[in-house]
């Protein structure tokens, strides 16, 4: 009985040199696999190396004929040009200035210079210069909080409180946008001008977007109306008191008190008479700004260019693109070679 305390200590004590040693193989594998990793990486990049090495001649030439072959589009391919226009539409237009922008850049990968003149009225030499058209949204943190604004306005308390700034912007969409930005890409630095006017018609020209607009238009001219008769009737109603005041003014005085108390009563409706003038003409301007703002079926913000902006930038230069092209395909052919020749030595193990 007495040998027994030491001996479950001794067991104890194994059990422990057990546990540690199994931690310890635990760490020791796990550095291995990531030494084995390390190794792996280092192989790979060395392999490359020989092969750059082994190929480099290849390489260097098809870099070279790349840059040359570059150099001599640059000189031959006419220049593009860039304009851009920003715009505002109005009455949910936005899909459809969308839907005909996607349109037209479709006849331009086309080349159908016929439909395309047709429908921009332009003539087909000029619609054969346009290599692409697109439209994407022109908005930033500003403009997002200024639409976040006005978008909880028109939910309900209840609703509000479970939309936040961030849960709007992760719903964001470009058509969301207030202003879009309509980019023309063309051999001609003119012809993006020319087109303007026809892509602004086919907006304009349809019944339903006309139909909301002479709408809202009646709309405003319907609130502008109540507005104006509510300030008659304001001024009408301060003649009123004025009046009244007047003739209390003449009558003897029959109590200090109930005269001082009626005066301030007097004072304190017509002071809210102007009040609810001034909050009145604030919205009078606000509808001003409205009916400018909707003017127009499709705002333009800033018209197309008179010329287009030269397209620059190293991606647009075939003296960087092509070298990169002919690189990566020999290195792709070279790549083939060698997987084939590993193949047939492969094989013959």
Do not use: C
Request: cysteine-free; aromatic content about 10%.
């Amino acid at each position: 009985m007495a040998d027994q305390p030491v001996h479950q200590n001794s067991s104890d004590e194994i059990d422990l040199g057990q546990l540690f040693q199994m931690i310890g193989r635990g760490f020791q594998k796990f550095f291995n696999f990531i030494g084995n990793i390390f190794k792996g990486i280092f192989h790979i990049l060395m392999l490359f190396l020989l092969f750059v090495q082994k190929n480099f001649i290849i390489l260097v030439t098809a870099i070279v004929l790349g840059g040359v072959g570059g150099y001599i589009l640059d000189n031959i391919v006419p220049e593009k040009y860039v304009s851009k226009m920003v715009v505002e539409p109005n009455f949910n237009s936005v899909q459809q200035l969308y839907n005909n922008i996607s349109f037209y850049n479709d006849l331009a990968q086309a080349q159908d210079s016929v439909a395309l003149a047709t429908a921009l009225n332009i003539t087909e030499h000029e619609a054969a210069t346009v290599k692409e058209i697109y439209a994407d949204s022109y908005s930033d943190e500003n403009q997002k909080i200024k639409l976040f604004d006005e978008f909880i306005r028109e939910l309900d308390t209840t609703t509000v409180r479970t939309i936040d700034f961030e849960n709007y912007l992760e719903n964001f969409n470009s058509l969301d946008a207030r202003f879009h930005q309509i980019s023309v890409i063309s051999t001609d630095n003119r012809v993006a001008k020319k087109m303007q006017p026809a892509i602004i018609n086919s907006i304009s020209v349809n019944d339903y977007f006309k139909l909301q607009k002479r709408i809202n238009d009646e709309n405003l001219s319907l609130q502008e109306e109540i507005y104006k008769q509510q300030l008659v009737e304001i001024d009408s109603l301060q003649s009123l008191y004025r009046t009244v005041l007047v003739k209390e003014a003449d009558k003897p005085m029959q109590g200090t008190s109930i005269n001082m108390a009626e005066g301030g009563d007097s004072q304190n409706r017509e002071l809210a008479l102007v009040q609810e003038k001034d909050v009145l003409k604030e919205k009078l301007v606000a509808l001003n700004k409205e009916r400018a703002n909707k003017s127009t079926i499709i705002n333009i913000i800033s018209d197309f260019p008179t010329r287009g902006v030269e397209q620059k930038g190293v991606w647009n230069s075939y003296k960087f693109k092509l070298p990169i092209l002919l690189l990566a395909l020999v290195l792709g052919v070279l790549g083939l070679l060698q997987l084939n020749k590993y193949l047939k030595t492969y094989n013959q193990k």
